[in-house]
């Protein structure tokens, strides 16, 4: 049993009183059973007891949470629910006579009673009701892990951790609220004048409001540590200017880190990003999303508010050539209706204009640079005789570079990811670091057509493979709502007369020109893809878009006004037809 270090507390009448699972046990059979109970308090992070450890007490939960685990063979623990305060933990194996079937943690800093073994047993003789009691919080625990479980709760206590004294952790915790309240959520900030209350104080805050927010500094403090213990979610603010210490945080090996999600907040000071190493920050704190404050800036200020509230917006689009243009006039829609987009990411040609959103362009440049880019010339002209591809790829890498540059994905305005198919081990690959313009020619390497990229020994092609509208990837990224432009969803646009007689290369070539794309490019494209499920990925969009664009194929380059049209008017139509909560959130503009 790991209680150690815990405290151990005088127990009083109060406290079984607040026990609802007791309630109906007479006092005076409590009083017989007060040398078979204890009061302990275990700090957040703590083991309550192992899997296959003998059952020798039932323990209640006053206050605090704890979360039931099991061991996986690769050393890893699978998340199987919360116990919460009120629950009764351990009373499986106690009911069973067996051993503990599970890993027991604390999730917070919690209080509990302990009844040994024996003394469960002479309260259930005298309460036998005691036991359709148990019986029913286990069939429930059983029938709620069934269920596909978030694997995160819902987080509401948020550490903002300052990693230099020159961040003034209050000014940003103030900010953040105000706008949480706009949002109208209730709020509470919580200092270090409160590192002396227990975690009851706590829970009843919590009770209280919609989101807590402990600010400290990250040091060798006890309300930095209790900050570490109590929050769901720790954000720590990093100057963009500043090298990160290694290590960071102190290490915490047990499975509680995987709720306690981590952000970096990368605070830039002058609009400059040069310099700034947000990888690095990110890699010190184990972080798993990279959001950048500038100055003090109220829409980045709104942005951070509405991913505390689980109000972010995440825009997802597919792959699909030419017909992804349509997402740009849904860009521009949702900019219209003041559509809030906290998040992007796509597939191929929807991984370019999710690029473009993530790099801060207006609608304007947007246009411009993919006109540039694709509309005006086209990149993939350069013919080559097929070895790996059916073109060279020069003029793509060029495009690319002259657009993107050299700019790193973690540095891009808003969190940014593109999927690309790594080949050799038939995986998706997620690229949310590194060379942008190197994920971009990775997830658009459509096999057959451009040659793929080798990142060591991995060979990267296009997402479109595995996974072309990589809405499923976003849900991972966020809990907020997911907006989601597929143009994919349309037939594929193979037309059969291609296939029959086909010319050889030079007739085609001497009818059509260097610059149009052969039958083979339409084929290779299809069958790339062919066996991903149009449908796939629909199911986790809240705001799904498929602009009517049947009759356009994926390597229709010049068609770049009428598609990016048929984007907008798509959208334009679904924001139209949304309601209710969805609409207040999404639809900012009225
Ligand atoms: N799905 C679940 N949700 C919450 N608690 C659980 C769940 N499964 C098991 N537990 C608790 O975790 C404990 C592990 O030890 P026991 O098997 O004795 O009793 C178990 C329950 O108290």
């Known amino acids: 049993m790991g209680l150690l270090p815990s405290r151990e507390n005088k127990l009083s009448q109060t406290i079984l009183d607040g026990l609802p699972f007791l309630q109906d046990v007479p006092k005076s059979t409590l009083k017989l059973l007060e040398n078979d109970m204890a009061h302990f308090s275990v700090p957040g992070g703590q083991q309550l007891f192992a899997a296959g450890a003998p059952a020798d007490a039932i323990y209640f939960v006053i206050s605090g949470s704890l979360g039931a685990f099991t061991p996986k063979s690769d050393g890893r623990s699978e998340f199987l629910g919360h116990i919460r305060t009120g629950e009764p933990v351990g009373e499986i194996a106690l009911v069973a006579g067996e051993n503990h079937q599970n890993d027991v943690y604390t999730l917070r800093d919690t209080e509990l009673v302990r009844l040994t073994r024996q003394g469960f047993m002479k309260l259930i003789k005298s309460n036998p009701g005691l036991l359709e009691r148990l019986t029913r919080v286990l069939l429930l625990r059983l029938r709620k892990s069934r269920r596909k479980q978030p694997r995160r709760a819902e987080p509401r206590v948020f550490a903002l951790m300052a990693t230099s004294p020159t961040i003034d952790v209050d000014l940003r915790a103030k900010a953040l609220a105000k706008e949480l309240e706009n949002l109208s959520f209730k709020v509470k900030i919580v200092d270090e004048s409160d590192a002396d209350k227990d975690s009851r104080y706590f829970d009843d805050l919590e009770a209280r409001h919609d989101i807590v927010i402990f600010k400290t500094a990250i040091g060798d403090s006890n309300w930095f540590r209790m900050s570490l213990r109590y929050a769901d979610r720790i954000w720590i603010l990093a100057r963009a200017d500043a090298h990160p210490s290694s290590p960071l945080m102190p290490d915490d090996e047990s499975p509680t880190r995987q709720f306690k999600l981590v952000d970096i907040i990368l605070l830039h000071h002058g609009n400059s990003r040069i310099g700034a190493e947000p990888a690095k920050w990110r890699d010190a704190a184990k972080a798993s999303r990279i959001f950048h404050w500038d100055g003090l800036n109220d829409d980045d200020c709104k942005r951070l508010a509405r991913v505390m509230a689980g109000r972010s917006v995440g825009l997802v689009m597919s792959g699909g050539g030419a017909r992804a243009y349509a997402s740009i006039g849904a860009v521009r829609a949702l900019r219209e209706a003041k559509c809030p987009i906290d998040l992007v990411g796509g597939t191929s040609m929807g991984a370019v204009v999710a690029a473009c959103v993530a790099s801060g362009w207006s609608d304007d440049e947007i246009d411009r640079r993919i006109r540039k880019a694709f509309v005006e010339s086209n990149p993939l002209a350069d013919y080559t005789l097929p070895v790996v591809g059916l073109v060279k790829g020069h003029r793509v890498d060029g495009r690319l570079a002259e657009h993107f540059g050299d700019i790193n994905i973690e540095s891009l305005e808003i969190p940014f990811y593109a999927v690309s198919t790594n080949l050799t081990h038939g995986a998706v690959r997620i690229h949310t670091e590194g060379l942008l313009r190197q994920a971009l020619r990775a997830s658009i390497a459509l096999p057959g057509i451009l040659p793929p990229i080798v990142d060591g020994e991995q060979v990267l092609v296009d997402g479109g493979v595995l996974n072309n509208f990589p809405s499923d990837v976003m849900r991972e990224l966020h809990r ?107 639809i900012t503009s009225t």
């Open 480 to 586: 907020g709502k997911i907006i989601g432009v597929d143009v994919a969803q349309a037939d594929r646009g193979l037309n059969p007369q291609d296939f029959v007689n086909p010319p050889g290369f030079f007739r085609w070539t001497m009818k059509h020109g260097f610059s149009a794309a052969p039958p083979i490019a339409a084929l290779l494209m299809r069958a790339a893809t062919v066996s991903v499920d149009p449908k796939d990925g629909s199911q986790y969009t809240d705001v799904l878009i498929t602009p009517d664009i049947e009759d356009t194929e994926l390597r229709d380059w010049k068609a770049y006004d009428d598609i990016v049209e048929r984007g907008y008017i798509a959208t334009k139509k679904a924001l139209t037809q949304l309601n209710g909560p969805i609409a207040r959130t999404l």
